[in-house]
T-cell receptor
Framework: EPEVTQTPSHQVTQMGQEVILRCVPISNHLYFYWYRQILGQKVEFLVSFYNNEISEKSEIFDDQFSVERPDGSNFTLKIRSTKLEDSAMYFC???????????FGPGTRLTVL | AQKVTQAQTEISVVEKEDVTLDCVYETRDTTYYLFWYKQPPSGELVFLIR??????QNEISGRYSWNFQKSTSSFNFTITASQVVDSAVYFCALSENQFYGGSQGNLIFGKGTKLSVKP
């Protein structure tokens, strides 16, 4: 069964460093998303991506964040200068259509020290 | 104001009990979609169900059932004969369309209900 994959599973970084979180969405899906979940809290939307451009972004997704689909399979989230409050689980998701069910990857736990 | 409210923070039941998880949503759209996701202790988010606003039929899938009532803006989830493996955090989520400036498919999650099923 096709699934969304994410790498790495855990990333530890120093404050101020850049990180890139990687995702491989399900191959025939067209819509891609990043969400984050601070420990013990709800899942929050960051950004959606369709047709090689950002469809929507939340107020969390400020200038420190960027997304890219560098090739036909990968979907990346970059945080340019990490802050302590960026520590969270980051989930990638994909769906066939904008209102279809989204399938989530296993997440990348980002720890900023 | 929260768009998705899961008032039950934690529920604890004994195996084989039935349990209902509540979800109340708020939207101005006439077309919207509701979802339930399960997050077991391992942390992944597992899709359970999607309903659109025009389909109010209740749905049953094995021990799981869902009760969608537009009149009360609720989409409740019942687990019959609960099992230890049902222990997880369950999230209800809403996806609005863009008519009132809503997001294209982005999921708005509730805070989740942590279900503990004890043997």
């Amino acid at each position: 069964e096709p699934e969304v994959t994410q790498t790495p599973s855990h990333q530890v970084t120093q404050m101020g460093q850049e990180v890139i979180l990687r995702c491989v969405p399900i191959s025939n899906h067209l819509y891609f998303y990043w969400y984050r979940q601070i420990l013990g809290q709800k899942v929050e939307f960051l950004v959606s991506f369709y047709n090689n451009e950002i469809s929507e972004k939340s107020e969390i997704f400020d200038d420190q964040f960027s997304v890219e689909r560098p090739d036909g399979s990968n979907f990346t989230l970059k945080i340019r200068s990490t802050k302590l409050e960026d520590s969270a689980m980051y989930f990638c998701a994909s769906s066939w259509g904008p209102y279809n069910e989204q399938f989530f990857g296993p997440g990348t736990r980002l720890t900023v020290l | 104001a929260q768009k998705v409210t899961q008032a039950q923070t934690e529920i604890s039941v004994v195996e084989k009990e039935d349990v209902t998880l509540d979800c109340v949503y708020e939207t101005r759209d006439t077309t919207y979609y509701l979802f339930w996701y399960k997050q077991p202790p391992s942390g992944e988010l597992v899709f359970l169900i999607r309903r659109n606003s025009f389909d109010e039929q209740n749905e049953i899938s094995g021990r799981y059932s869902w009760n969608f009532q537009k009149s009360t803006s609720s989409f409740n989830f019942t687990i019959t004969a609960s099992q230890v493996v049902d222990s997880a955090v369950y999230f209800c989520a809403l996806s609005e369309n863009q008519f009132y400036g809503g997001s294209q498919g982005n999921l708005i999650f509730g805070k989740g209900t942590k279900l503990s099923v004890k043997p």
